[in-house]
């Protein structure tokens, strides 16, 4: 497959979004897409998904859209399911619906050449048999099971219903069915968005190799430094492009800025002083001829665009003169979460200055945690004890994504009511909301803005303990660097949610992890704990030191019934592959035994199958 697109531009109503698009994309290009919130990353998705969107751009090159190759585009939009009332395993086996089709008909074929060998019903099971091969007939089931076990799905959530799943979860599954349908262009917006670190991580596993054409739009750093190996820039309408991962992106495009800046403050100098000699003897009969050629030197010149700086506005907050709270800021005894049953107990003290990152998987405790912390959800049991002088601030990433009728300045007022009109100006102001700005309805901001405005409100009080719930969702790179720049620097105590793991690398001094049904304190940060994790995962305990025997035993066992599995899977493909021969579809009896055997091994495999998985899971129990 090939897409180029030159020179081209997206209109929408009367606003042109991007001004000068060239993009090339070829099979197994893995590709980010970049830029500002606003800047026209989706909007330029969906151009590529449908290249009758683009007209000429403002380039100097000729426009035109090159498309070569028959492919299939994979594009999550948004999550939708046509019924919330069937069940993971159901919803997950449609993308494979062509293939349990061409089962059911091989079955009946099977079935009918016991009594009918024509060859009219040999050839249709012959060419079957070919294409479900073909087509992964004999993987796709492993396949499925394999990633739904990767992304965190039991085999007691194969049954549940998708309306009882989480909105995180929902996520999953949509990207399981998407990665499965295995399209030859993969495109992915804001793919981490609600997932957890482990899902993040295993995504970026199958991503990394994934065999076909990637396309990502993406804030997360640390997943588009482990995929991409070009990255398109968007500022200001026109695309620019960079060889690398996202790292590379970022040193590429400072020492290209400093060049062009270079090359232009040369080219400009040498412009001014061939003028000053055309100027200076354009009227001396001797010379003119010698002032003209300079004069047409310049003309001649290729000149150099004057580079524009980057981008970098983003909110601005002063919390250095916050009071200063006791020592202890809060003694947790005992202290059991949840609402009608208990997601965690614990006993941690948290003291002032320490910055608690908590990252684990979703639906497990997290966000319950810090709004019990907050005093919003009461405890099942134990206390919290607080310190004294203490300022709560208090982030929640739900709240910050409501909407309603109120303009900006109005919401912010309703918070702080003591405030002049001017002064809730300024303050909006130092988080970007300028002008008439502040006079946009709640209702069509976006995420980022509503995050801005969420945050605006609460810092405004300058607390000195901060309680934030994924407070980087929804924002843009530049915007979640200085948010990382203003937490790093902050005094007082902060303890924060996060799937962000840049920001809990460069943020947290300690960290507690929701992981295995346990929550574990580490007195460091995030760098050492993925250091230590390996050994802390080998970490048993001496009553304990039996598991490590099962464990071993399990392994063999579970070795053992892969090569069963293996072994007769070679074995069924010879029996199918045995069917097309001339001496057994012509003969009855011996195609009767054929599909006998071939009866009995589907089954027998079936059943080494299951107990593959029962012995995995108990693997990972």
């Not at 997206?10 to 980010?32: C, R, S």
């Not at 007939?137 to 394999?146: D, I, L």
């Amino acid at each position: 497959m090939k897409i180029n697109i030159k020179n081209g531009a997206v209109t929408l109503g009367i606003n042109t979004i991007l001004e000068e698009v060239n993009i090339d994309i070829n099979d197994h290009d893995k590709i980010a897409i970049v830029g500002r919130n606003g800047a026209g990353k989706t909007t330029l998705l969906r151009a590529i998904i449908n290249p009758s969107m683009f007209e000429k751009g403002l380039g100097e090159d000729d426009f035109n859209v090159t498309i070569m190759g028959k492919f299939k585009i994979g594009y999550l939009e948004q999550i939708t399911f046509s019924s919330d009332n069937i069940t993971l395993i159901e919803e997950v086996k449609k993308v494979f619906s062509n293939l349990i089709n061409m089962e059911s008909r091989i079955n009946n074929l099977v079935a009918e050449m016991n009594t009918n060998n024509s060859p009219e019903v040999i050839e249709e099971y012959t060419e079957l048999l070919e294409n479900y091969k073909l087509q992964g007939g004999y993987s796709y089931q492993k396949e499925y099971e394999s990633l739904l076990k990767k992304f965190g799905f039991s085999d007691l959530d194969k049954e549940k219903t998708l309306k009882e799943f989480s909105g995180g979860e929902r996520t999953k599954i949509a990207f399981i069915k998407l990665l499965l349908s295995k399209p030859d262009l993969l495109i992915l917006d804001e793919p981490t968005n609600h997932l957890d670190i482990k899902t993040i991580e295993a995504l970026e596993d199958y991503l990394k190799d994934y065999p076909k054409t990637l396309i990502i739009v993406s804030h997360d750093r640390m997943f588009l430094d482990n995929i991409v190996d070009t990255v398109y820039e968007i500022d200001y309408g026109k695309t620019y492009k960079y060889k690398g991962n996202y790292s590379n992106y970022e040193k590429e495009k400072k020492l290209r800025y400093e060049k062009t800046l270079k090359d232009y403050e040369f080219q400009q100098k040498e412009i001014k002083r061939l003028r000053s000699i055309y100027e200076r003897f354009r009227f001396k009969p001797t010379k003119a001829k010698m002032a003209l050629s300079k004069l047409k030197q310049i003309e001649r010149m290729d000149l150099i665009e004057k580079p524009r700086k980057e981008d970098l506005k983003t909110f601005q907050t002063n919390l250095k003169e916050i009071t200063k709270s006791s020592q202890m800021v809060m003694n947790l005894k005992d202290l059991s979460i949840g609402y009608d049953r208990s997601l965690a107990t614990l006993n941690l003290e948290i003291l002032r200055g320490e910055k608690l990152g908590i990252i684990g998987e979703n639906g497990i405790g997290k966000s319950t945690l810090i709004k019990t912390l907050a005093g919003l959800i009461k405890p099942l049991n134990g206390d919290i004890l607080y310190g004294t002088n203490l300022k709560i601030g208090y982030f929640d990433q739900n709240l910050a994504m409501q909407s309603n009728d109120n303009t900006v300045i109005e919401e912010f007022r309703c918070e702080l009511p003591d405030l002049s009109y001017e002064e809730a100006r300024k303050a909006l102001g130092s988080f970007l909301f300028k002008d008439d700005d502040v006079d946009k309805l709640i209702n069509v901001l976006s995420g980022g803005e509503k995050v801005r405005l969420q945050l605006c409100k609460i810092l405004y009080h300058k607390p000195n303990v901060l309680i934030l719930d994924e407070p980087t969702n929804h924002m843009d790179i530049v915007g979640k660097e200085h948010l990382e720049d203003i937490l790093k620097e902050y005094t007082g105590t902060l303890i924060f949610v996060t799937h962000d793991r840049y920001l809990v690398k460069k943020v947290a001094s300690s960290l507690l992890v929701f992981e295995n049904n346990e929550v574990k304190y580490y007195r460091y940060g995030y760098e050492e704990y993925l250091e230590k994790r390996i050994d802390i995962k080998e970490e048993v305990k001496p009553q304990k030191e039996k598991v490590k025997v099962n464990t071993y035993n399990l392994n063999k066992e579970i070795k053992q019934i892969e090569k069963e599995i293996t072994k007769g899977e070679k074995e069924l493909k010879e029996l199918k592959e045995s069917v097309y021969k001339e001496d057994v579809y012509s003969n009855n009896d011996k195609l009767k035994e054929v599909n006998e055997k071939i009866e009995d091994l589907e089954k027998t495999l079936k059943n080494l199958n299951k107990t593959w998985e029962e012995l995995l899971t108990k693997m990972n129990d």
